[in-house]
Nanobody, 125 residues
Framework: QVQLVESGGGLVQAGGSLRLSCEAS????????MGWFRQAPGKEREFVAA????????YSADSVKGRFTISRDNAKNTVYLQMNSLKPGDTAVYYC??????????????????WGQGTQVTVSS
């Protein structure tokens, strides 16, 4: 049974930082591209960042470039999202996701096979 469990969300003031973690179990972690998405109330789920199986390639949405960094530790079956210079517009539920394919677009929700339950990030002004 595959499980993705996010942690590290919370309430932070604008300009602050948070580090999200997502621990995977029930799968061969290094075989999966990993992504982070977010969903604000009343909005669609949107791509935030993704990282290749080895960690050698990373991809970020323009809205978070230069502020958020994705990384992974395959020995710990964990992917991270370091979020700096947070803004109120970053407020959302953040989800991690796993994609086992080698051909799907990492920015699409439909590309991912497994999802975590989400962790709330709230940025106050």
């Amino acid at each position: 049974q595959v499980q993705l469990v996010e942690s590290g969300g919370g309430l932070v003031q604008a300009g602050g930082s948070l580090r999200l973690s997502c621990e995977a179990s029930g799968l061969t972690f290094s075989n999966y591209l990993m992504g982070w998405f977010r969903q604000a109330p009343g909005k669609e789920r949107e791509f935030v960042a993704a990282i290749s199986r080895s960690g050698g390639n990373t991809y970020s949405a323009d809205s978070v470039k230069g502020r958020f960094t994705i990384s992974r530790d395959n020995a710990k079956n964990t992917v991270y999202l370091q979020m700096n210079s947070l803004k109120p517009g970053d407020t959302a539920v953040y989800y991690c996701a796993a994609d086992r394919s080698t051909y799907r677009n990492y920015a699409f929700v439909s590309s991912y096979d497994y999802w975590g339950q989400g962790t709330q990030v709230t940025v106050s002004s």
